[in-house]
């Protein structure tokens, strides 16, 4: 069983900068797919972007060149750089680990709350 939490959401202005983190814990984390989602009240849950343990990203058209998904395999965290923040990136991020074998993400994060004001 996986553990994720997930830290470094808040407030910021239009503009800005914030960096999420997800630290992962627990058996079976070699070889997957990291991820962080988001979702904002009436709308469907997004991919915002995901790596994998090779180091192969994929982001959302609308966060590309804005966000940067990185990852430290020795300490099982992925992190989420989000630049240039618009208020329509408003919204509840959620990490999310993928097994290789798996075509959908098995453990999911709590989620930590982005608010960008315009």
């Known amino acids: 069983q996986v553990q994720l939490v997930e830290s470094g959401g808040g407030l910021v202005q239009a503009g800005g900068s914030l960096r999420l983190s997800c630290a992962a814990s627990g058996s079976g984390l070699s070889d997957n797919t990291m991820g962080w989602y988001r979702h904002d009240p009436g709308k469907q849950r997004e991919l915002v972007a995901t790596?994998?343990?090779?180091?192969?990203?994929n982001y959302a058209a609308s966060v590309k060149g804005r966000f940067t998904i990185s990852r430290d395999n020795a300490k099982n965290t992925v992190y989420l750089q989000m630049n240039s923040l618009k208020p329509e990136d408003t919204a509840v991020y959620y990490c999310a680990v993928q097994p290789y074998w798996a075509t959908v993400p098995s453990s999911w994060g709590q989620g930590t709350q982005v608010t960008v004001s315009s």
């Open positions: 790596i994998t343990t090779g180091g192969g990203t």
